[in-house]
Every structure is written in structure tokens, then in C-alpha cells.
């Protein structure tokens, strides 16, 4: 009896071990292996995430606009020419829903528009989309940091809150998706205001 007693008690214990070490062995096989789901839950494009480190010109009132201007919040940022007409209007537009759409946590997103030229966005245009950070960013390094398709204007870009680059939304992307991917990063980064 006492043998079949000693006997379960080693095979709970090997199983036991079987049950602790297996997520660490299956994840390291994964890991070597290099795997990478087919599929995942994010709507928009998975960058490989860097922090920005070029500068621009704050329009507003004509400081350097510096990486730490990005920190702290979630930054949704377009790269346009400062005359805006069709399709940059519309990112614009885009981005002001989305950061809306987060109700409470609106304030923990930041809009803002590199400018990739000289033309300097006029009036109408600046009260309309009151609230997004406007950057000159033309002849900068700034603008080199945003990887693109066909054409960076294309894009609409996001950077984590310490700054670093890390997924951008195809041409006419859907709102909706882009509203749930950025309610899933702010649940998930427990941002404090």
C-alpha cells in the first residue's frame, strides 16, 4: 500500500511539473522558431516600433516641437501639406472622431499634423480641427522617421506614449476599427492623468 501511495505521489508531482514548465517550453519553442500569428486582434499595421527623434517648428507659437511633446499620451498624427484639401481633410476629420469616441479618455489622445511643405493652413481649416497640434516639419528628419506604402500622406500614424512609433492605418481606414483599437490600447496601458 505504501508503495502505491509513494508511487501517486511522484506522478502528481510529475505532473505537476508537466503543467509549470510547459508554457515556459512552449514559449521558447515558439520564440526560437520565430512564430508569428496569421492573425491578429489590431486593425491598423503593426510598425516596428522605434521612438521619434526629429524635431519640427510648433506653428502655434513658433517653438521647436521635440520628442517629449509625444510622451505622456496616445499621439494619432498625420504628415500632409499645410493646404489640406480632399483627402487630408478627411484624416483630419478621422482623427477628431476617433479621439472623440474615447468619451472619458479623450484627453489621454493627442492629434497632430506634420506638415511636409511651406503652405501654412489656413484659418477656416485650423478652427475647424481646433485642438490638433499643428508642426512644421518640412526639410526636418522628422519627417524621414515614417515608413509608407505608396505616400507617407496616406497614413494616419500612431505613437505610444513614450514617444515611439508603432503602427500606422492604410488610406481611407475605417473609423470604427480605428475606435476599438484605440480603446483596447488605452485600457491596456493604464495611462494616469
Excluded at 10 to 38: A, Q
Excluded at 53 to 61: E, I, K, P, S, V
Excluded at 81 to 91: H, L, P, V
Amino acid at each position: 500500500m505504501s508503495n502505491e501511495k509513494l508511487l501517486r505521489s511522484r506522478l502528481k508531482l510529475i505532473l505537476m511539473m508537466v503543467v509549470i514548465l510547459s508554457p515556459i517550453v512552449i514559449s521558447s519553442i515558439l520564440h526560437r522558431t520565430n512564430f508569428r500569428p496569421d492573425h491578429t486582434v489590431n486593425y491598423g499595421e503593426l510598425l516596428e516600433v522605434r521612438p521619434l527623434q526629429g524635431t519640427g517648428t510648433n506653428l502655434q507659437d513658433n517653438t521647436i516641437f521635440r520628442d517629449r511633446q509625444l510622451k505622456g499620451v496616445w499621439n494619432l498624427l498625420i504628415v500632409d501639406s499645410g493646404n489640406c484639401e480632399g483627402y487630408c481633410q478627411e484624416k483630419l476629420y478621422t482623427m477628431r472622431q476617433v479621439r472623440l469616441a474615447q468619451n472619458v479618455d479623450k484627453d489621454k489622445v493627442q492629434r497632430i499634423w506634420l506638415i511636409n511643405d511651406n503652405a501654412k493652413p489656413n484659418q477656416e481649416i485650423t478652427d475647424k480641427y481646433k485642438g490638433t497640434r499643428l508642426v512644421l516639419a518640412e526639410g526636418g528628419d522628422l519627417l524621414k522617421e515614417f515608413p509608407f506604402v505608396d505616400r507617407q500622406e496616406d497614413h494616419i500614424y500612431v505613437v505610444d506614449p513614450m514617444g515611439n512609433l508603432m503602427m500606422r492605418y492604410p488610406k481611407n481606414a475605417d473609423p470604427k476599427k480605428m475606435i476599438d483599437d484605440l480603446k483596447r490600447l488605452l485600457k491596456l496601458s493604464h495611462l494616469d492623468h
